[in-house]
């Protein structure tokens, strides 16, 4: 058996996965966030006793051995360690808004001299607030001595890794944001100094390559219950391994994300970026050194929805029932769900981007309301595909696909099939598969793609189609108008 273990934001959960993919055990455990304005920092250690206490719980009376740890978890931010893996000074979550003005300089409103015109001719990866590039730069200006201490620049998934391990190594899927040319798998200098962190290139630590086996150390041993030589696989990070895990592992494969925030995907073997291109979303390394994943990480997704039933003062266990209780259109009621204090990262950058409601009248209900900013962040999915190309399957994850209402709008927007896991622990399932291959096991992948249920578009499909279109005049009149304080 492997524990797979997806050390998320603010939850952490490890399952105990056999070759068949099947979950047998599994645990969660929350971490936390710390939130001033728009900083968002974590702590790498309450980070650490996550996973020390889901891999435990999972373990606990185990008549079997475990052959791995795999580990997966959320990417971008900024983990800055010293030698020994302690961190120098509090983890910056990828949700981190401080480094905006920044970014919004770099952006230019798509001056093809830009920094982030340029990075992105370089490398494929969009600029954002909580990206590495975006993170060094302001530390950089604001905390230089934060930089100076540190002997690694790294993510949560490395970070745990040298705790466990003591060994200072990223996944090349990690690293690929912003600064890795992907077919390379080399860093481009050029883009380091385009954003003025030419300087700080030593605190990259240079990717490992494919199926890269580690093991614990004493340390980690002790900290886990298992014993030392346990192999350790770390990556891809979670978007990635929540594709492999819902089933994503042929070429023009998409998976939808539907977490905290969206993540809309596709395989490739093609990372060349088109002229004319927004400087948004990236291309990422996969465990096959021939093909890659390209990504649309927008910043809406579930946090739009929670906001919108506690505005209303409702529980998230009434969505199915309010979806239900409104139509398709939403009784007129139109929303743009860019509620992220870091504004947006794919398929645009802008951290201006702010949300709207448009279109409510004394006979709007509160599931009107809550429809509406449902069906904008499937229209908002529908964007990212229309960006990415969109000709394969699409797979299905997140919290948010445990509507089934919402997922019922998601495939009538998108005018597809959308295939949902039975196995929810998809990120962990992912990792654990990688873990298999990187062991040289060999897994039955039809049969892990072969457990999940299928959602089919329904008549409200063409209605929605016309839907799509209204939300992209709305997007156009609203860009024009974020940053000036005027109403489009």
Not at 127 to 145: N, V
Not at 302 to 313: E, K, P, Y
Request: charged share 20%; with cysteine.
């Amino acid at each position: 058996m492997i524990v797979g273990v997806d050390v998320g934001t603010t939850v952490t959960k490890a399952a105990l996965i056999g070759p068949d993919g099947r979950a047998v055990r599994s645990a969660a455990a929350p971490s936390h966030l710390v939130r001033r304005g728009v900083e968002v920092e974590q702590d790498l250690e309450d980070v650490l006793r996550t996973v020390a206490a889901v891999v435990r719980e999972v373990c606990t009376g185990l008549d079997v051995a475990v052959e791995a740890i795999a580990l997966t978890g959320q990417g971008d931010g900024l983990w800055l360690r010293d030698a020994d893996g302690h961190a120098v000074r509090p983890p910056i979550s990828w949700q981190d808004g401080r480094a905006s003005s920044m970014v919004e300089q770099w952006r230019a409103d798509g001056d093809p001299s830009g920094v982030m015109a340029q990075v992105f001719a370089l490398t494929g990866s969009g600029l954002f607030p909580g990206s590495h590039a975006a993170l060094l730069a302001y530390l950089d200006t604001h905390e230089p001595e934060s930089l100076r201490r540190a002997a690694v620049a790294g993510y949560c998934i490395d970070a745990v890794l040298q705790r466990l391990t003591g060994t200072i190594s990223v996944d090349a899927s990690d690293a690929s944001l912003p600064f890795l040319d992907v077919r390379s798998r080399t860093y481009v200098d050029d883009a380091l100094v385009l954003c003025g962190v030419g300087q700080w290139r030593h605190l990259l630590a240079e990717p490992a390559p494919p199926q890269t086996v580690f093991a614990l150390d004493g340390h980690g041993a002790a900290l886990l219950g298992l014993p030392v030589g346990t192999p350790v696989t770390a990556g891809p990070y979670d978007l990635q391994a929540c594709g492999f895990g819902s089933g994503t592992v042929a070429e023009h494969d998409a998976t939808m994300v539907v977490g905290t925030t969206l993540a809309c995907q596709v395989l490739t073997t093609d990372a060349k970026v088109r002229p004319g291109d927004d400087p948004a979303g990236m291309w990422l390394c996969t465990p096959d050194p021939a093909t890659y994943l390209h990504v649309m990480p927008s910043m809406v997704g579930t946090a739009g929805v929670d906001w919108a039933l506690r505005t209303l003062g409702l529980e998230v266990t009434a969505l199915d029932g309010l979806l239900d209780g409104s139509s398709p259109g939403a009784g007129g009621v139109r929303a743009l769900p860019y509620l992220s204090g870091a504004g947006e990262r794919a398929p645009f950058v802008d951290p201006r981007a702010r949300g709207r409601l448009d279109g409510m009248t004394l006979s709007t209900t509160p599931a009107d309301l809550v429809r509406a900013v449902c069906e904008s962040v499937a229209y908002a999915a529908r964007h990212c595909f229309d960006r990415l190309g969109l000709s394969g399957e699409v797979a299905a994850c997140g919290g948010g696909t445990r509507s089934q209402a919402w997922l019922q709008i998601f495939a009538d927007v998108l005018g597809t099939d959308v295939h949902v896991p039975r196995e929810p622990l998809v990120g962990a399932r992912g990792a654990a598969l990688v873990a298999w291959e990187a062991l040289g096991v060999e897994v039955d992948i039809e049969a892990w793609r072969a457990d999940r249920d299928v959602v089919r578009p329904s008549a409200a499909a063409e209605q929605y189609d016309a839907g799509y279109r209204r939300y992209l005049d709305d997007l156009t009149a609203a860009r024009g108008s974020w940053g000036t304080g005027a109403t489009a």
